[in-house]
């Protein structure tokens, strides 16, 4: 799907995001035993940064969101939520290739965590990412710069 754009996020897209969030990630906290839907907005409420926050957008409507949070041996790519009914559309790959582009000409690390389970690790596994380390609910996993 060739239809799609991404630009900064604003303060003022925290709710969307928030909402999107809750939707996205239920089935997989439920699976865990970890849904809260109180807890799982608030947690992208306390943590939004809009300056490392993107909007995914298509057909000029808001459909998704992804973070590139700086830190000091790495950038973190989180809060990477797309639409359901976008999901398998080519559309998250195509902005995790632009994200992973970019990184890769800065010779930059990135890390991200997945939900155990989550069938965003097959995604992430396709772009170069391997498992860390791992524990009860999270996969951690990294993705070393390609050469240019």
């Known amino acids: 799907m060739g239809d799609w754009d991404i630009r900064q996020a604003s303060a003022s897209d925290v709710e969307d995001v928030a909402e999107l969030r809750a939707v996205v990630l239920r089935a997989d906290l439920e699976r865990l035993g970890r849904y809260d839907a109180v807890r799982v907005r608030q947690r992208l409420r306390d943590g939004f940064d809009p300056a490392h926050t993107w909007v995914i957008e298509v057909g000029g409507a808001f459909a998704g969101c992804v973070a590139l949070r700086p830190a000091k041996d790495a950038h973190w790519l989180e809060h990477f939520y797309?639409?359901?009914?976008?999901?398998?559309?080519?559309?998250?790959?195509?902005?995790?290739?632009?994200?992973?582009e970019r990184c890769d000409r800065g010779g930059v690390l990135v890390r991200l965590n997945v939900l155990q389970g989550s069938a965003a690790q097959r995604l992430y596994?396709?772009?170069?990412?391997?498992?860390?380390t791992e524990d009860s609910v999270d996969v951690f996993m990294v993705r070393k710069p390609l050469p240019g």
């Open 125 to 132: 596994e396709r772009y170069g990412f391997t498992v860390e």
């Open 82 to 100: 797309l639409a359901p009914h976008l999901q398998g559309s080519g559309i998250g790959s195509g902005v995790l290739r632009e994200l992973l």
